[in-house]
């Protein structure tokens, strides 16, 4: 199985802050890496596909970058509806696997 | 707008057997990926496996001695059944599509809660 690793697993931020989310894959994904947003009680939902394509209707505000084994995931200026838990997920091989999670929290 | 939707039992026995029901609506379920992930409660996201519309399969190795899903395109839902549950299977069971050219988990369900208790 692919292992993924999120650092950090929390973080505290202010509005308006530039967060920086990291995932590293065990072994290369190429960019087949896939990052959603968590709110609490609430699915996830798709934010990131193919490491970096924004999903239809989520902020441009957010972004990905990476190939291989290291991505990451930008939040450029951090809003009160951006704080949520967010897990990364490979989609290279099966068994898929996600990411620990990043909680984004008030700082 | 396609939407799914789990349905099942919300509290099993332990060693039955879990049978949950994805139904899909908005859109035909052929020519995807469906997928079924799992979060116990305050953990992360652990995928199950997936079923695509002609019945091929993927299994998360971690669980496919006991896992077994299906597909019934007449009626555009999925099942996931899952056996020998123990207390450790207790989980917010989610259904989602998988799209079949990028690979993300592009629409979910709501999630059904399972609880595995005597």
């Known amino acids: 199985d692919i292992q993924m690793t999120q650092s950090p697993s929390s973080l505290s931020a202010s509005l308006g802050d530039r967060v920086t989310i990291t995932c590293r894959a065990s072994?290369?994904?190429?960019?087949?890496l896939n990052w959603y947003q968590q709110k609490p009680g609430k699915a996830p939902k798709l934010l990131i596909y193919a490491a970096s394509s924004l999903q239809s209707g989520v902020p441009s505000s957010f972004s990905g970058s990476g190939s291989g084994t290291d991505f990451t995931l930008t939040i450029s200026s951090l809003q009160p509806e951006d704080f949520a838990t967010y897990y990364c997920?490979?989609?290279?091989?099966?068994?898929?696997?996600f990411g620990q999670g990043t909680k984004v929290e008030i700082k | 707008q396609v939407q799914l939707q789990e349905s099942g039992p919300g509290l099993v026995k332990p060693s039955e057997t879990l049978s949950l029901t994805c139904t899909v609506s908005?859109?035909?379920?052929?020519?995807?990926?469906w997928t079924w992930i799992r979060q116990p409660a305050g953990k992360g996201l652990e995928w199950i496996g997936r079923?695509?519309?002609?019945?091929?399969?993927n299994y998360n190795p971690s669980l496919k001695s006991r896992v077994t899903m299906s597909v019934d395109t007449s009626k555009n839902q999925l099942s996931l059944k899952l056996s020998s549950v123990t207390a450790a299977d207790t989980a917010l069971y989610y259904c989602?599509?998988?799209?079949?050219?990028?690979?993300?988990?592009?629409?979910w369900g709501q999630g059904t809660t399972v609880t595995v208790s005597s």
């Open positions: 908005g859109a035909s379920i052929s020519s995807y990926f």
């Open positions: 989602a599509r998988e799209d079949t050219t990028s690979r993300p988990l592009d629409v």
């Open positions: 079923i695509y519309t002609s019945g091929t399969t």
């Open positions: 997920q490979q989609s290279y091989s099966t068994p898929r696997t």
């Open positions: 072994q290369s994904i190429s960019t087949y």
